[in-house]
């Protein structure tokens, strides 16, 4: 997951990657580097005898995984995949719970890329380091696992909270890119159920969500870590030191793609085992877990990744076809994956119009960072409550992050935020659950800014903006804020986009108990609304026709 950082990713109108500013290092940089000059096989190597001991179980993992590909209906190929129907629940739900809590939240500074920026010198996260906790080679990431706690984590109350908010689905994060597994896995000894808090985080908060009635994700940015850590090859650091190559990865060179150029154009060294490792890792999460849907962050696009991809893909929804009864969700990014063979997820970003496949925005509640970090700003319920309502009306979802103290303890704005929004969803969720599309998104003046990396670019929406979803055969027009004398012209409902045959025969606001006058002009549907609103931040109308006499 990446953001406000000037190597972000970002996708541009044209939908190509975008890096705007390359953080690659030259080999040899610091003549202290002791493996900057080494070719990527060597490295490589490095890292596969660090990982031996794991080769039995990854050979046993990868064995069921071509064997559940074997029995179908799923091949492992695009012609088979872009099959692929995404499964009802997910379109229903809408609302789900993003959380990224992990090693990174022990410093607490910048954001969660703090791993990787920690070793690029000159950066502020860098200097921040060395002044506060030494140089990286006597004190480098691994150290912060020790106080990675989670001592009042409490995933009974995490999962009560998600369901207030009003969210039907929950997605960890079991593994970022810094390598740090919060799930018990058997690939590895760098995980939170052998290391720091010494329990599977991840595995109690599922049995928690679950217990609530919420639907389990797993997220996994684990392909990215073949690169994450190799800025710590251009100095002395703790990354060269092969005692800890099995956590630190192969941390080779990221040769990202080039300014305006798609991911296709990323030349970064990829090993077959690498690949294996990563295949056999997601696998591992889906066999032990059951998640319904599978997260991935933008790297499973990168040319060397594509093979193993299409092998996941079948085995997963084989898999989950047979543990759930329907196959689960794949999210990805830009041009990842065949478009029919998974559902796009847009990061911090909207669509102009009505997308006719499903898809997801992914942002999160606070404006700087994914993780926990200290004197963060935080984005108001009313945006948050927009955004969903925007999303929703284009045939989308809203994956909405929190970001847990290193202790397992969620912050009290994001509490509060969350709470508010689950609120409002308890007045105008029969506008939003189970809903599809209506003829039109919406209309008024205002227009977001499409694209991903640009949710906070648009205006504020005003009362004379309305979005528009349908479920059986009503209409809800959802007005996003309350007109100062209280009348509204609905102008996309006029005679003529009601459905042939028939007129509006009432319209009630959700939340207030009489039915509204109204009258249908030429001109679209005029409602007198109520002198109070009900509730705040947006305000539904349930629009019901009839045959006309």
């Known amino acids: 997951m990446k953001h406000n950082l000037p190597r972000l990713l970002v996708l541009a109108s044209s939908l190509c990657l975008v890096f705007m500013q390359p953080a690659i290092l030259c080999a040899g940089d610091d003549p202290d580097a002791p493996s900057a000059s080494e070719n990527p096989r060597t490295l490589d190597q490095t890292w596969i005898q660090a990982s031996s001991k794991y080769d039995a179980k990854r050979a046993e993992i990868l064995k069921n995984v071509n064997s559940m590909i074997g029995e179908g209906p799923f091949r492992a190929d695009w012609q088979s995949l872009q099959t692929y129907e995404v499964p009802k629940w997910y379109r229903d739900a809408k609302f789900g719970i993003f959380v990224h809590w992990g090693v990174y939240s022990v410093p607490a500074y910048g954001d969660e890329w703090y791993p990787r920026l920690m070793y690029i010198k000159g950066s502020d996260t860098y200097k921040h380091h060395v002044a506060t906790y030494g140089r990286q080679d006597k004190f480098g990431y691994k150290d912060f696992i020790p106080a990675f706690k989670a001592e009042r984590f409490d995933p009974l109350a995490w999962a009560?909270?998600?369901?207030?908010?009003?969210?039907?689905?929950?997605?960890?994060?079991?593994?970022?890119?810094?390598?740090?597994?919060?799930?018990?896995?058997?690939?590895?000894?760098?995980?939170?159920?052998?290391?720091?808090?010494?329990?599977?985080?991840v595995g109690d908060l599922a049995k928690a969500v679950r217990a609530e009635g919420l639907h389990l994700g797993a997220s996994s940015h684990r392909v990215e870590h073949n690169f994450f850590f190799g800025v710590g090859r251009t100095f002395a650091s703790d990354v060269d030191d092969p005692a800890f190559a099995a956590f630190y990865g192969p941390a080779h060179t990221w040769l990202e793609a080039k300014k305006d150029t798609p991911l296709?154009?990323?030349?970064?060294?990829?090993?077959?085992?690498?690949?294996?490792?990563?295949?056999?890792?997601?696998?591992?999460?889906?066999?032990?877990?059951?998640?319904?849907?599978?997260?991935?962050?933008?790297?499973?696009?990168?040319?060397?990744?594509?093979?193993?991809?299409?092998?996941?893909?079948?085995?997963?929804?084989?898999?989950?076809?047979?543990?759930?009864?329907?196959?689960?969700?794949?999210?990805?990014?830009?041009?990842?994956?065949?478009?029919?063979?998974?559902?796009?997820?847009?990061?911090?970003?909207?669509?102009?119009?009505?997308?006719?496949?499903?898809?997801?925005?992914?942002?999160?509640?606070?404006?700087?960072?994914?993780?926990?970090?200290?004197?963060?700003?935080?984005?108001?319920?009313?945006?948050?409550?927009h955004q969903l309502i925007d999303i929703v009306s284009k045939n989308g979802n809203l994956l909405l992050n929190v970001g847990p103290r290193a202790d397992g303890t969620i912050p009290e704005e994001e509490q509060r935020i969350l709470r508010e929004v689950g609120t409002w969803l308890k007045i105008n969720g029969e506008a939003i659950y189970e809903t599809r599309p209506w003829r039109v998104y919406g209309e008024g003046p205002t227009k977001v800014a499409a694209g991903a990396f640009r949710d906070t670019d648009t205006a504020p929406f005003t009362a004379e903006d309305f979005r528009f979803t349908e479920k059986d055969g009503v209409i809800y027009a959802i007005e996003l804020g309350w007109p100062a004398n209280h009348e509204v012209v609905i102008h996309s409902l006029t005679g003529a986009t009601i459905e042939q045959g028939k007129e509006v025969r009432s319209v009630e606001l959700l939340g207030y108990g009489p039915k509204i006058p109204f009258e249908q002009g030429s001109d679209g549907l005029h409602i007198h609304l109520p002198e109070q609103p009900v509730g705040k931040y947006a305000y539904c109308l349930r629009v019901r026709s009839a045959i006309a006499p």
Request: without cysteine.
């Open 160 to 201: 009560k909270l998600f369901k207030e908010s009003g969210a039907r689905y929950v997605v960890p994060v079991f593994e970022h890119h810094d390598g740090f597994a919060m799930y018990d896995s058997a690939l590895s000894d760098w995980t939170a159920a052998k290391m720091g808090p010494r329990r599977d985080l």
């Open 264 to 385: 296709a154009n990323d030349f970064t060294f990829t090993s077959q085992l690498w690949l294996d490792d990563w295949l056999a890792r997601s696998a591992e999460i889906v066999q032990k877990y059951h998640p319904e849907i599978m997260w991935f962050d933008w790297w499973i696009g990168q040319p060397s990744v594509r093979e193993n991809l299409t092998r996941f893909a079948a085995f997963y929804y084989n898999a989950s076809s047979k543990y759930s009864g329907f196959p689960g969700v794949i999210n990805y990014k830009y041009f990842a994956m065949e478009e029919h063979s998974a559902v796009l997820d847009l990061e911090r970003g909207e669509l102009s119009d009505i997308r006719p496949l499903p898809w997801q925005t992914d942002t999160s509640i606070s404006n700087k960072s994914w993780g926990y970090i200290e004197g963060d700003t935080f984005k108001s319920p009313q945006f948050i409550i």
